[in-house]
């Protein structure tokens, strides 16, 4: 089952996760090489969960539009 998001939503959000994990990936690469090791890590998990959550958007998106246009929901290639 779906989220009362439209796919224009989950797009939306989605770009904006992959936008904060990229910010948070920068923000571990200067704390790596400044030394920060602990920083670094942090900034780099905070980095993962935002790429979750661009991928939960994707694939939500992706479901609103197989419902929409009546086909079977893309697989994931990644599988």
């Not at 030394?35 to 998106?61: F, K, L, R």
């Amino acid at each position: 089952m779906t989220s009362a998001h439209t796919a224009p939503d989950h797009h939306t959000h989605a770009a904006d996760h992959h936008e904060k994990a990229a910010r948070h990936h920068r923000e571990a690469a200067s704390h790596h090489e400044a030394g920060d090791a602990e920083a670094a890590g942090h900034y780099a998990h905070v980095a993962s969960g935002h790429a979750a959550n661009a991928a939960h958007h994707a694939t939500e998106a992706s479901k609103l539009h197989a419902e929409h246009y009546g086909h079977e929901e893309m697989e994931d290639e990644n599988a």
